[in-house]
């Protein structure tokens, strides 16, 4: 799926899909907000919860890898060396 | 005379090992409803979870399910598996590896060591019926004691 076709979905569905078919690729905090990142085909999906994994505040889409920068810091080397 | 109140039968446990400290928070809040009748240990991560099974007495009751994250360091929830089956005392113990990956070959490594498979959840659709999905992966003389002393 391209980032464009799945900006025209309706949240439920984005949420859906990502549910089922993205992949997990990092978590970090602003302030009091948990945002949670998946990969899904050839761009990037950041959940910002209002309360973390229950209610979602907004999606953010992107192609950028500049905007990854944020969760580097809590990317696991080891485990990446492992994998 | 005072009638003697028959004592509570101990809880059941489930053992929930993860590192990410609001997942096991998460959780924790999901068995909430289950609270009367379902403890839940938590560890954060495998070797710790192991630790905690090896140091059972032969009277003490296994967990009634065990959760595992996938990913976690040191020991991570795969490798815990693999260990958890090469106890005698476990080999039949139900356990759910609770993931963020909803990958085929990640569902097969559970399958293969007669584990459940869950996808963590993203929002309150998948959320509110997670407790439900893990005490249904609890064996059948457990989930009846529960929902029957929940319907009391």
């Known amino acids: 799926m391209r980032l464009a076709e799945f900006l025209r979905l309706k949240t439920t569905e984005q949420v859906q899909l990502l549910y089922k078919n993205a992949v997990y690729s990092g978590k ?41 920068e944020p969760y580097l810091p809590f990317v696991d080397l080891e485990e990446l060396i492992n994998d | 005379m005072t009638q003697a109140t028959p004592p509570t039968p101990p809880k059941h446990i489930v053992l929930y090992a993860d590192d990410d400290v609001d997942d096991l928070m998460l959780v924790q809040e999901a068995f909430a ?30 967990p009634c399910l065990i959760i595992l994250d996938v990913n976690m360091p040191r020991l991570n929830g ?5 260990e958890i089956r090469s106890r005698e005392r476990f080999e039949d113990t139900p356990v759910t590896l609770f993931t963020t990956s909803s990958l085929p070959l990640d569902r097969a490594f559970a399958e293969r060591y007669k584990a459940h498979f869950i996808t963590k959840p993203i929002d309150i659709t998948q959320m509110s019926v997670i407790a439900d999905l893990f005490v249904e992966h609890c064996t059948d003389e457990i989930k009846k004691n529960i ?6």
Do not use: C, M
């Not at chain 1, 907004?58 to 192609?63: G, Q, R």
């Not at chain 2, 009748?37 to 560890?43: C, H």
């Not at chain 2, 929902?147 to 009391?152: P, Y």
């Open chain 1, 28 to 68: 970090r905090r602003e302030r009091t907000t948990i945002i949670v990142l998946y990969q899904l085909d050839g761009f990037y999906v950041e959940i910002f919860y209002l309360k973390y994994r229950w209610h979602i505040r907004h999606l953010h889409a992107f192609e950028s890898v500049d905007l990854l």
């Open chain 2, 33 to 62: 409803d289950y609270a009367t009748n379902v403890e839940v240990v938590t560890a954060t991560s495998g070797i710790e979870a192991l630790s905690y099974l090896e140091n059972l007495s032969p009277l003490d009751s296994t």
């Open chain 2, 78 to 82: 795969k490798e815990t598996l693999k």
């Open chain 2, 147 to 152: 929902q029957r002393r929940l319907s009391k």
